[in-house]
């Protein structure tokens, strides 16, 4: 007899001893495709060593911070990770929705070096030259306020 026949013709036994029931099926143990919440938890437990309940203290000044501050930050964050399109997203909402705001220079600034790293020259060069313009006037305006000031034209408001 050979191999071939003898493994077939035990595949048949068995297949009618199960269908007979005599030999219940092999249970096969049901693995998750996906790794459930908890187990996420216990594993990003493990590998930074903090629980996952507590928040760090980055994260909770940020979610104090106010919003032209936290899409800076957010957009500190994702340049880090090398996410740029998304670091430009924050950055971009700093620009438009808070023009007034103390991050418009250091966004400006932000968008320069990452378009830099990204090898657009002519984009890092424009938002470079606006970042600059933007503490020029800051410098101007303070300076001609002083002049005023000294000229007696303003009086100092206390």
Not at 147 to 152: D, F, P, R, T, Y
Request: aromatic share 4%.
């Amino acid at each position: 007899m050979k191999i071939s026949t003898v493994i077939i013709s035990g595949l048949i036994l068995l297949a009618t001893s199960m269908a007979a029931g005599k030999i219940a099926p092999p249970q096969l143990k049901q693995t998750e495709t996906k790794p459930s919440a908890l187990n996420e938890k216990k594993l990003l437990e493990e590998l930074t060593g903090v629980k996952a309940t507590d928040e760090t203290l980055a994260t909770k000044k940020m979610k104090k911070a106010p919003l032209p501050v936290q899409h800076f930050m957010a957009g500190q964050k994702a340049a880090e990770q090398k996410n740029y399109i998304l670091a430009i997203k924050h950055f971009n909402t700093v620009l438009k929705k808070y023009p007034q705001s103390s991050q418009v220079r250091p966004a400006l600034l932000a968008k320069a070096k990452i378009y830099n790293e990204m090898g657009l020259q002519s984009q890092s060069q424009h938002n470079m030259k606006m970042a600059q313009a933007r503490g020029v006037k800051k410098q101007t305006s303070k300076s001609t306020t002083q002049a005023l000031k000294n000229s007696g034209k303003v009086k100092a408001i206390k």
